[in-house]
């Protein structure tokens, strides 16, 4: 079930694309569904990714960051912030990034297109592999 969760979220996700211009990170709904149990790693795994962005804008008026290495350090930012937040205690127990390379694809979208149209293609998109997916059958809040 992995396996096509993420094949459906890669082609759904292309489509998408290609219908409205806005990008939603190929893999990240399909992460996204599969954590639907858990909505309070979804929740924290989008402000890291916000944050990590806000950083990036603060950082790009002292540092040259363009391709490969905007994406790198958004992803090497967004493991520091849940690294400090973990250290401070400020992250509830339960929540958790999801992935290693999901937030720094959410901050990427946000950082190319904006916070609104990205968290609006990012729900538009995984509500509809959720939908699809509850279609074809399968359970997606099993914890």
Do not use: H, N
């Not at 989008?46 to 950083?55: K, Q, R, Y």
């Not at 990205?118 to 959720?130: K, M």
């Amino acid at each position: 079930m992995y396996k096509l969760i993420i094949l459906l979220s890669a082609l759904i996700s292309i489509l998408y694309t290609e219908l409205t211009g806005l990008s939603t990170g190929l893999i990240v709904p399909g992460y996204l569904v599969l954590q639907l149990a858990y909505p309070q790693r979804i929740l924290y795994t989008i402000l890291v990714a916000a944050a990590a962005s806000l950083v990036l804008k603060w950082t790009s008026g002292f540092l040259v960051l363009y391709g490969r290495r905007r994406f790198v350090f958004l992803m090497v930012v967004t493991l520091l912030l849940d690294m400090v937040l973990a250290k401070t205690g400020l992250v509830p127990g339960s929540a958790d990034l999801i992935g290693i390379l999901v937030p720094g694809l959410i901050a990427r979208d946000f950082d190319r297109q904006g916070y609104a149209d990205g968290l609006i293609s990012l729900f538009v998109v995984t509500g509809l592999l959720a939908a699809l997916l509850l279609a074809l059958g399968y359970p997606l809040l099993r914890a």
